[in-house]
């Protein structure tokens, strides 16, 4: 099964910092996705990223969120400013066909 | 509103017997139905895909149906084990192409020695 890694694998922070979580799709794919988890509850798309640009994006997905490429490989989630709520899994997804194919998840915890 | 409900939302089954899992759903235009199993604390694994013109599907001892004019699906677990102890989540496209997935909550299912 092709695989998608996310870093770090558990973060955890001060409200009102920032965090930024990173994630190395398929290889070559210029589609991905993240989503959040909060403990739980159902998993939640928060926004579709092609080829260097947003594609679509979910209500929770506001200003405190941002999404970039840096380099060819590596994908980044960046939450400014975190509040408590955000305390939850983040997990990237990167599809291949029909499928769509999870990394492992970073969880992220809000003191 | 695209939703995707499931049932039941717990389950506890001893090792070696079956169970069936549901899910309904009223997302539109419907493109595909997923199954996912997803272990603690990990990302959701695939197990099953079906498009509105398939109505079983099997992977193991993992089978999936799917009703699109009631837009049901159940997804059927044979001879279980104590390993498929996860959350299973049904997950539908909205529509073709990379679109976003509408997740129902998961149904939680315990095997018990």
């Known amino acids: 099964e092709p695989e998608v890694t996310q870093t770090p694998s558990h973060q955890v922070t001060q409200m009102g910092q920032e965090v930024i979580l990173r994630c190395v799709p398929i290889s070559n794919h210029l589609y991905f996705y993240w989503y959040r988890q909060i403990l739980g509850q159902k998993v939640e798309f928060l926004v579709s990223f092609y080829n260097n640009e947003i594609s679509e994006k979910s209500e929770i997905f506001d200003d405190q969120f941002s999404v970039e490429r840096p380099d060819g490989s590596n994908f980044t989630l960046k939450i400014r400013s975190t509040k408590l709520e955000d305390s939850a899994m983040y997990f990237c997804?990167?599809?291949?066909?029909?499928?769509?194919?999870f990394g492992p998840g970073t969880r992220l915890t809000v003191l | 509103k695209n939703q995707v409900e499931q049932s039941p939302q717990s389950l506890i089954i001893l090792e070696g017997k079956n169970c069936t899992l549901q899910?309904?759903?009223?997302?539109?235009?419907?493109?595909?139905l997923r199954w996912y199993k997803q272990d603690t604390g990990r990302g959701p694994v695939s197990l099953t895909i079906?498009?509105?013109?398939?109505n079983t599907k099997s992977n193991g001892r993992y089978t999936a149906t799917l009703d699109a004019d009631t837009k049901q699906s159940s997804l059927h677990i044979t001879a279980s084990q104590l390993s498929d102890s996860a959350s299973y989540i049904c997950v539908v496209t909205r529509s073709s192409g990379y679109s976003t997935l509408t997740f129902g909550k998961g149904t939680m299912l315990l095997v018990s020695p």
């Open positions: 899910c309904n759903y009223t997302v539109s235009p419907f493109s595909n």
């Open positions: 079906m498009t509105f013109s398939e």
């Open positions: 997804a990167s599809p291949r066909g029909n499928e769509q194919f």
